[in-house]
C-alpha cells in the first residue's frame, strides 16, 4: 500500500491549523489545489459583522522546524520575489511550528517591497518570533493586512467616508454623459524634465538609498561640528561652571549620548521604539543647536532658564537614560535565548 510521507503530515498540519483559526474567526479559507501551488498554498477572504468585505489576500504556509532560524524563522523567497511583489492582492506567510503547534505570520509583500526600495534582493524573508497567530491577536492581524491593503489599494480603500463616497457619486454622474475617448498615454503623462534622473535611479537602484543616507549623515555631522564651540562657551560660563562637568567633559557626554540613541534607535527591530529613540536624538539635536548657536551669533539668545536646564540637566537625563536602554536590551536578550532555548532543547539550529 502507498505509504504517507510524514513530511506530506506536516504540511497539511500547517494549512489545517491556519484553516481552522480563521474559520472560528469567521472569515474564509479557499485552498489552492495542489498542482496549482505556485507560491500560495490557499485564498483567505476577510469578513466583518457576517459578510465578506471584499478584501482578499494570498496565503503561503510553511510547516516544520526546517524554517526555524536562530531568531524566529524564515521562508524562502528566491523563486517568488516577482510573484510576490507584482501580485495584485497581497500574499501573506504563515509558519507552523509543529513542536510548539503555533502559527507565526508575516507580509509578504510589504517585506519584498520595502527590501526592494532600499535596493536589496533578499534570499529569505524573516519571521519573528513575536509575530505569533493565534485566537488572542487573529483580529488585530487582520486590522494590519486590511489597512495595507487599503494603503495599496487604488481602486477602493477598506471603508469609504462620506465625502469621498459623495464625491465619487457626483464623477461617475458627471461622466455619465462623456463619451471622450481618453487619449492620456498607459501611466500618465511623462515628465520629460526627469527621466534622466530616474533612469540613472532605475539603472543603480542602490546609489539613491546610499546617497541620500551619507547626505543626511554629512548634514548631521556638520550640524553638530558647528555647534561645538558655542556649546562649549555655554558650559564654560561663569554661573554655569561646576565642579563636575568641565566643557569638554560635557561635550562628550553629549556627543556619547547621540552617537548611543542614533546607532540603538538603527538596530533596534521594533519600528515605533526605534522611531521613539530618534526622537529623543534629535531633540537633543536641536537643543543644543538652539543654546550653542545661540554664544557665537547674536541673531537670538537662548532662554536662560532652558539654557540652565538644558546645560545642567542633560548629562543627569542622559546617565540615566543610558542605564535604563542597557539593562533593558540585555534583558530582552536574556529573555529570547531563554526562549530559544526551551523551543529548542536540542540546540539552537543555523540560520541558512
Known amino acids: ?85 507584482r501580485s495584485r492582492i497581497p ?114 537602484p542602490g546609489f539613491h538609498p546610499a546617497l541620500v543616507k551619507w547626505l543626511s549623515v554629512g548634514a548631521i555631522a556638520g550640524l553638530l561640528a558647528m555647534m561645538a564651540p558655542g556649546l562649549f562657551q555655554a558650559v564654560e560660563r561663569d554661573d554655569h561652571a561646576s565642579w563636575l562637568w568641565s566643557g569638554w567633559a560635557w561635550l562628550v557626554c553629549y556627543y556619547g549620548t547621540l552617537a548611543y540613541l542614533l546607532t540603538v534607535s538603527g538596530k533596534d527591530p521594533h519600528k515605533r521604539r526605534a522611531r521613539f529613540l530618534r526622537w529623543g536624538a534629535f531633540s537633543l539635536i536641536w537643543s543644543g543647536w538652539y543654546v550653542g548657536l545661540a554664544h557665537q551669533t547674536s541673531a537670538w539668545s537662548a532662554n536662560p532658564v532652558f539654557e540652565w536646564i538644558f546645560v545642567h540637566q542633560m548629562p543627569v537625563v542622559a546617565k540615566g537614560v543610558l542605564l535604563y536602554l542597557t539593562s533593558f536590551y540585555v534583558r530582552q536578550e536574556i529573555d529570547r535565548r531563554r526562549r530559544l532555548r526551551l523551543a529548542y532543547p536540542q540546540g539552537v539550529p543555523e540560520e541558512e
Open 91 to 204: 500574499v501573506i506567510g504563515v509558519v507552523y511550528d509543529p513542536d510548539l503547534k503555533k502559527l507565526f505570520w508575516v507580509n509578504l509583500t510589504e517585506f519584498l517591497l520595502q527590501e526592494m526600495e532600499q535596493g536589496r534582493s533578499p534570499k529569505s524573508v524573516p519571521v519573528a518570533e513575536t509575530a505569533m497567530l493565534d485566537i488572542d491577536t487573529v483580529e488585530s492581524v487582520v486590522l494590519r493586512i486590511r489597512s495595507f491593503i487599503s494603503k495599496n489599494d487604488r481602486v477602493r480603500p477598506i471603508e469609504l467616508g462620506v465625502l469621498q463616497s459623495v464625491s465619487r457619486k457626483i464623477s461617475r454622474r458627471r461622466d455619465l454623459g462623456c463619451n471622450d475617448i481618453d487619449r492620456t498615454p498607459v501611466g500618465g503623462i511623462p515628465y520629460v524634465m526627469a527621466s534622466d534622473s530616474v533612469d540613472f535611479r532605475e539603472r543603480h
Open 1 to 85: 500500500m502507498a505509504r504517507v510521507l510524514p513530511t506530506k503530515k506536516i504540511e497539511r498540519a500547517g494549512v489545517n491549523e491556519f484553516r481552522a483559526l480563521m474559520e472560528s474567526a469567521g472569515h474564509i479559507v479557499q485552498e489552492i489545489d495542489g498542482g496549482n501551488d505556485y507560491g500560495e498554498d490557499c485564498y483567505l477572504s476577510f469578513t466583518q459583522k457576517g459578510e465578506r468585505t471584499g478584501d482578499i489576500v494570498a496565503v503561503q504556509v510553511k510547516s516544520g522546524t526546517t524554517y526555524r532560524r536562530s531568531v524566529g524563522y524564515g521562508i524562502s523567497c528566491r523563486e517568488h520575489v516577482q510573484d510576490w511583489t
